[in-house]
């Protein structure tokens, strides 16, 4: 089993419509997660921390489930501009106190208009 | 700010060549990584460095060396590059205290895409 495993898509959602993606990881002493963009052809960019409050940036909102090991990204009222690849990033503690960042394959959305 | 700037964007190289990737950050960050991002994959992490003079290996360092003599600096050495190497290549920084859980946002170069034939 993948340690982050991710929908590798495409999603493909018309304009203005709601989506909502997960990412699931295996390791329950995963400590730090976050979701990052990266546009065709470019470097990851990161769009969000995940609290385990769950946290909101405008359209986007982030949640967590340690419970079921997940997290999610829901993106309200898409905007074409939002067509990316969405990587999922948890980071586990190593022995010397530093964390290792573990990278999901990323999931593909595409607005349609 | 230039932020990460990588060298060269694009490459081709024929089996058993060796090339150097740069790389340079301008924001005095301690933590500098190499990642390669093959086709449907997550990005895995090749070698990483805490500050000058300290590197050390990551998920996937066979076939690649590096060196780290100033904060800026971080290039990645391919010798006798494979076509199992073919990968887009990022580098990226970071500021961190290296504690558990003290993660800080990597900021990442516009990546070089390398082909071995």
């Known amino acids: 089993r993948k340690e982050v495993e991710q929908d590798p898509g495409p999603f493909n959602v018309p304009e203005g419509a709601t989506v909502a993606f997960n990412c699931t990881y295996s390791n329950s002493a995963s400590q730090s997660f976050f979701w990052y963009r990266q546009d065709c052809r470019k470097e990851p960019k990161l769009l969000m921390s995940v609290y385990s409050s769950g946290n909101e940036d405008g359209r986007f909102t982030a949640q967590l489930n340690r419970a079921s090991q997940y997290i999610s990204l829901l993106i309200r009222d898409s905007k074409l501009s939002d067509s990316a690849t969405y990587l999922c990033v948890v980071t586990l503690p190593d022995k010397d106190s530093n964390y290792q960042l573990i990278w999901g394959a990323g999931t593909k959305l595409i607005i349609k208009p | 700010n230039a932020g990460v700037t990588q060298t060269p964007k694009f490459r081709i190289l024929k089996i058993g060549q060796s090339m150097t990737l740069q790389c340079t950050q301008d924001?005095?960050?301690?933590?500098m990584y190499w990642y390669r991002q093959d086709p449907g994959m997550g990005l895995k992490l090749i070698y990483y460095?805490?500050?000058?003079?300290?590197?050390d290996k990551g998920e996937v360092p066979n076939g690649y060396n590096v060196s780290r003599s100033t904060t800026e600096d971080f290039p990645l050495r391919l010798e006798l590059a494979a076509p199992s190497q073919t990968s887009v290549y990022f580098c990226?920084?970071?500021?961190?205290?290296?504690?558990?859980?003290?993660?800080?946002?990597?900021?990442f170069g516009p990546g070089t895409r390398l082909t071995v034939l």
């Open positions: 990226a920084s970071s500021y961190s205290t290296g504690l558990a859980g003290g993660y800080n946002e990597q900021f």
């Open positions: 924001m005095n960050h301690n933590y």
């Open positions: 460095s805490v500050g000058a003079g300290i590197t």
